[in-house]
């Protein structure tokens, strides 16, 4: 089945830096890649949806100049945190489609602000 | 907005009795349904997915039925196995592909 890779996994790191996860599909070209999060008990909320070579969508609440996203191929995507906080602690979660098929998931990123 | 609600929030059952997990949306124009599970700290895994167009899916031990007009679906595990403990979303998509999920029902299967 198609496989999408998340990376990292966990990551730890202090007030005020910046951190970027990537979004890779591995074995189909994602014409679209959307960006979730997840507090502890909650469902996951779509952050926004970015297509290939186009500026992501951002949803409603959702500061584009704090959570930078980059698509800058089928098959790579990045969300950057900028000046994390602690608030900005969660669970992370990508997923890639190919034309109007179905989301496949990666296995998400914990990130802990101290 | 798409709603999505899932009853109970949570399940404990004995191993080998059947489990039924409810979902809820409030828009009934939906492109599909799907159900995924998520293990602690994990992504998703898609488990089940049903088209507007149909009333059911099944794969193993796991059936969901869709009734769109009322805005329900249910998800049905037979004889439940502690390998089954997760926790179980249901996700709408909308005809503009987002998804919408709802909170989750975890459950637990003892042994």
């Known amino acids: 089945g198609?496989?999408?890779s998340q990376h990292p996994s966990w990551v730890i790191c202090?007030?005020?830096?910046?951190?970027k996860i990537e979004c890779r599909s591995l074995d189909f070209q994602?014409?679209?890649?959307?960006?979730?999060r997840q507090f502890p008990k909650q469902s996951l909320m779509l952050m926004a949806t970015s297509n290939e070579g186009s500026k992501a969508t951002y949803e409603q609440g959702v500061e584009k100049d704090k959570f930078l996203i980059n698509h800058a191929s089928l098959t790579l995507s990045t969300l950057t945190v900028t000046s994390a906080h602690p608030e900005d602690s969660s669970f992370y979660i990508c997923s890639a489609?190919?034309?109007?098929?179905?989301?496949?998931?990666?296995?998400?990123?914990?990130?802990?602000?101290l | 907005k798409q709603e999505v609600t899932q009853i109970p929030a949570a399940?404990?059952?004995p191993e080998g009795e059947n489990l039924v997990l409810n979902c809820s949306f409030t828009d009934s124009a939906i492109y599909n349904l799907q159900w995924f599970r998520q293990d602690p700290g994990k992504g998703l895994t898609s488990l089940l997915l049903i088209q507007s167009s149909q009333r059911e899916q099944t794969s193993g031990r796991l059936n969901a039925s869709l009734d769109k007009s009322s805005g329900r679906s249910t998800l049905y595990i037979a004889a439940s196995q502690p390998g089954d403990s997760a926790t179980y979303l249901c996700a709408v998509r909308s005809n503009d592909y987002k998804l919408s999920f709802g909170a989750g029902t975890t459950v637990t299967v003892r042994a």
């Open chain 1, 30 to 36: 994602a014409t679209t890649m959307f960006w979730y």
């Open chain 1, 97 to 113: 489609a190919q034309s109007n098929q179905p989301q496949h998931f990666g296995d998400g990123t914990r990130l802990s602000i």
């Open chain 1, 2 to 4: 198609a496989v999408v």
């Open chain 2, 11 to 13: 399940l404990s059952v």
């Open chain 1, 14 to 19: 202090k007030s005020g830096t910046s951190v």
